[in-house]
Structures are given as structure tokens and as C-alpha cells.
């Protein structure tokens, strides 16, 4: 998982900083399928996005 | 329990196009469809008080906020962003109550467009959109079908909105903001027995909602109430909480909501209103926000048959809740600790943990062995929690926000986007959009990428048929036979106007759990006519007394 806070980790450890792995089997797998979800959705994005954001304009409710 | 949402709703194109009217033109399409007359019955607004403290005050009408007032079908209540009663006659359940015929029908505007569907739900437009409540149910899949209900019936009005040549083009959004400052409400609804004292309500749950959000979560892109910072965070409401306990639900909004309108007899329930929840999408997501909430209630309301459970949550109370609803939804990697009253500094996952052990150990305590549903909902809810803590990815096909993050962080890694790339943004808002075509949520449901609980064919049979084990079978089931003759409904009545009666006759339902399919299916089934099923319930085996 990461998120925003994904790169701030690699300073501290420096004198036996392990190899840096190489990401699992897993996370590889989860890529490619994202890849294939992004494909997926690809032609149903708003192909103005900042148009169709400013666009969007609610009234409050509850 | 039941849930409630307004959609987000826009004309493709024109923003500035007005909600009020394009909601009315949803509940209205959607009203054409029911052949039965209640599709234009008013809603019974005798039993509603919004102004009803669970503290035990009233608000002075004159000093509400406008938009908090909406018992008036003349006068719709106002968006919570614009400038800005009466305690109901108790009445005794069972027989039909006369009511004077009025000389002329109502005043009706669009606003106020209402209607009661045969499923039990109530579709109308409450504070510029179109306004869901699904049905009275008693278990968490329960929930998820009739939820999804909801969407189905919001999606199929839309569509028929859109082939009118008439009428402009309308998109709903399941979701709970707008990004520019605009927030509307997913509320859930729990019957809650009154003996429960509010105060230990607020105590129990008040750190049970704040860290929920870990698997309650939609995802939002955007950080603040106008979305001014760049980033992601887990919940679409937490920026709009700003006080521990109220009564408002559209300014100062409340991590407890004390809106105490049981829609029931109010001697033996309340009814418990949670504002602080996000809409949710994924089946799993609803599933737990409902399941694992009502278990926290069960212990409240078991509370002396299970004391050490009770005094476990008790002592999980936060030194500033309102901060941490904050706190909580904006760290990704749910780690951050909160601190609490007793000087323990605990994560929303471990405070989360401790509700759950405090359940399990409460039914040992009471000797209760769970049934399926409950079991169900404790399985679940360890599973997520441990995995949210280990490995969260492996949550992404139950959990909102991961699911949404994951699609996210693709875009960002294979095209380079920034979080303030409006492209990011567009995903968020059409996560949500319910036409199966267009909603990313919809298409990761068809590529298999997000888990589904209940079956497409259970959630279609629920847009027309009530759930069979609350009032709500009643309702619908007396607005599909006999639609024709009641002239007006609410949670908790329905009012014939039977040709040739000297009155209006109002069925009060006060108990929720009657009116189920095993109380009132042959009374329904074996009246030929309205006014023979009136016959029935005024007669000694009527309503309440059919067992």
C-alpha cells in the first residue's frame, strides 16, 4: 500500500541498508492487473476532465 | 435499520442548471411507472419531528436553520449552504383512526415531489436531490440489497428521464461531495431500544465512528472542505464534521446526530441517525458499516447482561474526536495514534480490534452464540481489520477507498499525474455515476475486480418487493394490492380513502416488527378490496393482534 507517503522511507537505515528488494510476486501481479483495469476504463473517462470537474456543482444537503 | 442517500445530480454540460427542478424530474419519471395511485399519495408528515432532541429538548422552530426543517410538504426545506412543531399526539397501534376528508387536495410543488414505492422505500427530493430511503430491514445483507435497490431505481428514473425529448439529460452520483465546498448526506437508521441512556450512546460510539472509516470509507480525492489541498484521503464526509454531538444534519455537522424521530412508538425505541457515514458503492463496504455498527448496539442495549464488554469500549473514549475524524481519514497508512481519554495512545485499526473483541466477548458473556448473519459480520470485520493492518491491498476488492486508490495510483504511476491533476478528480466524481457504461465502479464490478455480495437477480426482485420480515412488507404490500385507495403513507401509516367511507381511515404501524409478511400475508391475500382489509384490522385479529 502507499498512498502519498510512499517515498519518505529510504534515509534512516544507511550503514547495512539491505539490498533494496525487488518488489514481490504479488504487487507484480497487482500492477499488471491495474494496468488492465486502467485499459478497461480508459474509454469511459471524461475526456475533458477539467471541464467536466469544474462542471460539477452540488447544492449542499444533509 | 435502513439507509438513506441523496444522489449527486447534474445535466451533462450545464452546471448551472437548477437541482431542485431536475431532481423533481427524476421522482417524477420514476412515479409514472407505479400503476398504483400512492405513486402520487402524499407523505404523511403527522409523526415527523426533526426538531426532537434525544437529549431530551425541543428546538423552538423559529430558531432552526431553515434547511433542518423537513416536515413541510408547502414549503421543502433549503440547501444547508443558504442562508437560512409540534410533538406528535401519541397514538395507540392496531385499529384504523377516522380522519376528516380535506375540501380541496394539497398544495404540491416540485419540490415536494414524493413517492412511496411497492419495495417499502420512499423516493422524493429532499434539499436539491433525489432522496433514496430504502425500506426497513433487519440484517446487514439485507441492507446491501435493498441499497442497491436504490441505485437501480435512481439509474432506471434517469433513463427515462433521458429518452423524454422533453426533459434534459440527468446523471446521478452516489457519492457525497462535490469538491467545491458542498456536502449531502448517506444516513443510516437504527432502531435502538430506549432504555439505552443517549449518553452512553455518544460515549460507545462516538470513537466507533471515528475509526470505522478504515473500511468505510469511499475515498476522496482533494484534502479540506473545498478540496484546497492536493492528495487522497479515506472518508468523502470527514471534512465536514465539526462538532462532537448536535441536532443539525446540514451546518455543524455532528459525529452524533441527535435527530430523535423514531418513526416508532417512541416509549420503547429511538431511532439512532448517523450523518457521518460515506455513500458507498462496494456491497462489502455497506455491508460492515451497517453490520458492525448494529453489533455495537446490541452490546448498548445488552449492556447488563454483558458489563465487562460495555466497560472494555467504554474506556476506549478520545481526547478530541472531532481532530481525529480527520486524523483518521486523511493517514493512508493507518498508523497514526489517537489519543485517549485514559492516556493510551491507540490506531484506528487497534481502537477497531477492541470493538470487535468487546462484541465477541460480549456474546460469550451473555451466552448468546452469534447467529449466521452476526457471524458472518464478525468474520468479515476481523478478516479486513488484520489485513488492513498487514497487507491492505488484499482489501481492495471489499474496502472503497483502496479499490479507489488502487485505480488512482495506476493513473499516477503510468501517466505521471500529480495529485491535483484534474484527470484524478474526474475519476473520483465518476467512481460513482450509476450507469453501469460509464461508472468506474460498475466497470470494475464486470471485470471482476471488486467483490459482490448479493445477486443482480435478489437486488431486481428488490425494486418492487418489500423485505418480508419488518412493517415495511405492510407498506408495500398494501400499496402494490390496493394502491389505488390510500391516498397518503409514512414510516409509520398508511391512509385509505375507500369510496363511499365517511373518512379517511389511518393505519398506524408504530411497531416496526409487525406488519411482517408471517403477521399480515393472508390478511392482504384473503381481502378481496380495501375496504375489506380495513374490515379485518379494525375487527379482533387486526394488525397488531394477528400473531
Redesign the interface.
Known amino acids: ?5 510512499r517515498s519518505e522511507r529510504h534515509h534512516d537505515d544507511d550503514a547495512d541498508a539491505p539490498e533494496p528488494i525487488s518488489p514481490p510476486t504479488a ?1 507484480q501481479a ?2 499488471t ?6 485499459e ?2 480508459d474509454g ?3 475526456s475533458n ?2 471541464s ?11 | 435499520m435502513g439507509i438513506e442517500t441523496e444522489y449527486g445530480i447534474a445535466e451533462p454540460g450545464r452546471p448551472m442548471a437548477n437541482p431542485m427542478l431536475l431532481s423533481s424530474y427524476v421522482v417524477a419519471a420514476y412515479a409514472g411507472t407505479q400503476l398504483h395511485r400512492a405513486a402520487r399519495a402524499r407523505w404523511d408528515y403527522d409523526d415527523e419531528d426533526p426538531l426532537q432532541d434525544a437529549r431530551g429538548f425541543h428546538l423552538d422552530r423559529a430558531s432552526a436553520h431553515p434547511s433542518v426543517l423537513t416536515d413541510d410538504p408547502a414549503h421543502p426545506a433549503p440547501s444547508g449552504d443558504t442562508a437560512p412543531g409540534d410533538v406528535p399526539a401519541r397514538r395507540r397501534p392496531g385499529a384504523p383512526q377516522s380522519r376528516p376528508r380535506l375540501p380541496v387536495e394539497e398544495y404540491e410543488d416540485p419540490g415536494a415531489a414524493n413517492v412511496i414505492l411497492t419495495n417499502g422505500a420512499r423516493l422524493y427530493v429532499d434539499h436539491a436531490h433525489p432522496e433514496y430511503s430504502s425500506p426497513e430491514v433487519t440484517s446487514p445483507r439485507d441492507i446491501v440489497t435493498w441499497d442497491k435497490a436504490g441505485e437501480e431505481v435512481m439509474l432506471r428514473a434517469a433513463r427515462i428521464v433521458a429518452v423524454n425529448p422533453a426533459l434534459p439529460d440527468v446523471t446521478l452520483y452516489k457519492n457525497n461531495v462535490d469538491g467545491k465546498g458542498a456536502t449531502y448526506g448517506t444516513h443510516e437508521n437504527y432502531l435502538v431500544d430506549r432504555a439505552v441512556p443517549f449518553a452512553e450512546i455518544v460515549d460507545v460510539l462516538t470513537p466507533f465512528f471515528v475509526t470505522r472509516t478504515v473500511f468505510t470509507g469511499a475515498g476522496r480525492v482533494g484534502i479540506g472542505p473545498v478540496g484546497q489541498l492536493a492528495g487522497f484521503q479515506l472518508a468523502q464526509r470527514a471534512d465536514y464534521i465539526e462538532a462532537e454531538v448536535g441536532l443539525e444534519t446540514t451546518l455543524r455537522r455532528p459525529i452524533i446526530n441527535t435527530r430523535d424521530e423514531p418513526h416508532a412508538d417512541p416509549e420503547r425505541w429511538r431511532r439512532l441517525h448517523v450523518i457521518i457515514g460515506d455513500a458507498n458503492m462496494l456491497e462489502v463496504a455497506t455491508f460492515l458499516k451497517v453490520g458492525t455498527s448494529s453489533l455495537v448496539l446490541w452490546l448498548l442495549e445488552h449492556r447488563d447482561a454483558v458489563p465487562h464488554a460495555v466497560a472494555a469500549v467504554r474506556s476506549l473514549r478520545l481526547v478530541e474526536p472531532v481532530g481525529a475524524v480527520q486524523l483518521v481519514s486523511r493517514d493512508l497508512t493507518m498508523t497514526t495514534r489517537l489519543a485517549l481519554a485514559d492516556g493510551r495512545r491507540l490506531t484506528a485499526l487497534e481502537i477497531q480490534r477492541c470493538y470487535l473483541e468487546a462484541v465477541r466477548s460480549g456474546l460469550e458473556e451473555a451466552a448468546t452464540p452469534p447467529d449466521a448473519a452476526t457471524a458472518e459480520v464478525l468474520d468479515r470485520w476481523e478478516s479486513v481489520l488484520t489485513r488492513l493492518a498487514t497487507d491492505p491491498a488484499s482489501c481492495a476488492r471489499e474496502v472503497e477507498w483502496l479499490a479507489k486508490l488502487r485505480l488512482l495510483e495506476g493513473l499516477r504511476r503510468r501517466d505521471h499525474l500529480s495529485w491535483d491533476h484534474p484527470r484524478l478528480a474526474a475519476v473520483d466524481i465518476q467512481w460513482s455515476d450509476l450507469r453501469p457504461e460509464r461508472g468506474l465502479y460498475h466497470r470494475l464490478l464486470e471485470a471482476g475486480a471488486v467483490e459482490r455480495l448479493v445477486d443482480a437477480e435478489a437486488v431486481s426482485r428488490a425494486v418492487h418487493e418489500p423485505p418480508t420480515d419488518t412493517r415495511a412488507y405492510f407498506r408495500g404490500r398494501a400499496l402494490a394490492r390496493f394502491g389505488a385507495e390510500i391516498s397518503a403513507a409514512s414510516w409509520d401509516s398508511l391512509i385509505f380513502d375507500v369510496p363511499g367511507a365517511a373518512t379517511l381511515q389511518r393505519v398506524a404501524m408504530r411497531d416496526p416488527w409487525r406488519g411482517t409478511e408471517a403477521h399480515v400475508r393472508e390478511l392482504l391475500d384473503s381481502s378481496g378490496a380495501a375496504s375489506e382489509l380495513l374490515e379485518k384490522l379494525m375487527g379482533p385479529r387486526g394488525f397488531t393482534g394477528a400473531a
Open positions: 500500500m502507499s498512498g502519498q507517503q504487487a497487482r500492477d492487473e491495474v494496468d488492465a483495469l486502467l478497461e476504463i469511459v473517462l471524461e476532465a477539467e467536466f470537474v469544474r462542471g460539477f456543482v452540488q447544492k449542499g444537503g444533509q
